[in-house]
């Protein structure tokens, strides 16, 4: 399995040449997030749509945003 440090050279050698430090940091984030969401697949760790939408409906409503 290829180290963090060659996946990352890789990431930034697929990027275009004009790229950003805020471009480059921006696909190391999104990069760490998939694979993060892939592992916790993996462990089970994971919920249905219908739970999903749940927990969202109760963070909106937490958060004073649901206007329904």
Request: proline letters at 6%; zero cysteines.
């Given at each position: 399995?290829?180290?963090v440090k060659d996946k990352v050279i890789?990431?930034?050698?697929?990027?275009?040449?004009?790229?950003?430090l805020e471009d480059i940091h921006y696909h190391l984030y999104v990069r760490e997030?998939?694979?993060?969401g892939i592992q916790a697949a993996?462990?089970?760790r994971v919920v249905n749509q219908e739970e999903a939408e749940k927990r969202?409906?109760?963070?909106?409503?937490?958060?004073?945003?649901?206007?329904?």
């Open positions: 399995m290829p180290k890789d990431l930034i050698k697929s990027l275009p040449d004009d790229s950003t997030k998939v694979e993060h993996e462990e089970g969202v409906e109760e963070w909106l409503k937490s958060s004073g945003r649901n206007r329904r």
